[in-house]
């Protein structure tokens, strides 16, 4: 059996020596590199799949509000019972409401159609309703936000202006519309009040003389005849005007008149907040009925539209924005035909 020689032994200690591997230092260090950039990339790539599922919900959301208004245009629903008009409404977070004709029958179902997982609508558009006419409007804009459900920063805009144009995220088209000039309508004239009649004094005056000579001959031929008319005319006009102004119901020299509290006020825009004005009559002694009229029914509502009020009573109205965008001003009438005096309240929308 052949031995090694001492220079072979020498030769393998000294191979064995060079032979060196990692510690175990240096494998931790590895190993905790590689899972922080596997937690950021994991990160990444969950952000960005919630949101894609945002975008895509949010195009989703707005295919329909087209294909609402296509269908009422396609169909000429002009709201009669045969012919319903359109619509997409919010029902809740994460659900909406699609009322069009699906299967091309001329009759138009609802369906209800899903966020994808993870996605909401903004708590403000539950309930929102946008109903398209026959030539495809809405009669006033509309806004959503679909949005990440943990992180409400993420959010995509849906918009729907009154002429039913659907826009999304940074291409959200937002008409420039004031209180004087609308791109909807034109604004509704302020009423004039009837200014109070002026009595004018009638005073005819009615005396016609009547005097009738009366002569008698005798039959004896020495009688003179002698007629002496006796009459005089008396006619003496005797007119007096009297003519009290009343106004509204009212008694008195002072006309009933309308007061407003407070004279003004701030809202913000889509029905977020209201303002709450209190219409009081003066100088009214029956009922009368108090009516409102915004300047642009369309962009502002006030309820109720009428009240009948008692004599020196005040009626509460709520004056509400339909705009989605804010920094317009308009006007509320109030009036109390026909000799009433009216108010005017001022109300300004933001966001």
């Not at 707005?62 to 619509?87: F, I, N, T």
């Not at 119901?249 to 008149?257: D, F």
């Amino acid at each position: 059996m052949n031995k090694l020689t001492k220079e072979q032994v020498r030769g393998m200690t000294n191979r064995r020596h060079g032979e060196r591997g990692f510690t175990l230092l240096q494998m931790v260090i590895v190993v905790a590199i590689i899972a922080v950039l596997s937690t950021i990339a994991l990160v990444g790539v969950t952000s960005a799949r919630a949101g894609q599922r945002r975008i895509n919900s949010a195009r989703l959301f707005g295919s329909y509000l087209e294909k609402a208004r296509v269908d009422s245009v396609r169909r000429h629903a002009d709201g009669s019972a045969g012919l319903p008009q359109a619509s997409v409404t919010v029902l809740n977070a994460t659900t909406y409401s699609v009322f069009i004709d699906f299967n091309s029958t001329g009759v138009p179902v609802a369906r209800t159609v899903s966020l994808e997982p993870g996605i909401i609508f903004n708590a403000a558009d539950v309930g929102k309703e946008v109903v398209f006419d026959w030539r495809g409007r809405t009669g006033f804009d509309h806004g959503f936000s679909v949005e990440n459900a943990n992180n409400s920063n993420e959010k995509t805009p849906v918009a729907v202006s009154g002429f039913g144009d659907v826009t999304i995220n940074d291409r959200v088209y937002t008409p420039v519309v004031n209180s004087t000039s609308s791109g909807f309508n034109a604004p509704t004239p302020v009423p004039t009040p009837t200014p109070i009649p002026t009595p004018t004094p009638a005073a005819t005056p009615s005396a016609t003389p009547s005097a009738t000579p009366s002569a008698t001959p005798s039959a004896t031929p020495s009688a003179t005849p002698s007629a002496t008319p006796s009459a005089t005319p008396s006619a003496t006009p005797s007119a007096t005007p009297s003519a009290t102004p009343s106004g509204g119901g009212g008694g008195g020299s002072t006309p009933c008149s309308l007061t407003i509290n407070p004279a003004s006020a701030t809202i913000r825009r889509n029905g977020r907040t209201t303002a709450t004005v209190t219409v009081s009559v003066s100088n009214a002694l029956t009922a009368t009925t108090i009516t409102a009229t915004p300047s642009n029914a369309n962009e502002i509502s006030v309820s109720p539209s009428s009240a009948l009020v008692p004599a020196g009573g005040s009626a509460n109205f709520t004056v509400t924005s339909r705009r989605n965008n804010a920094g317009f001003t308009y006007d509320v009438n109030f009036a109390s035909p026909p000799n009433c005096t009216a108010a005017s309240f001022r109300v300004t929308v933001e966001n």
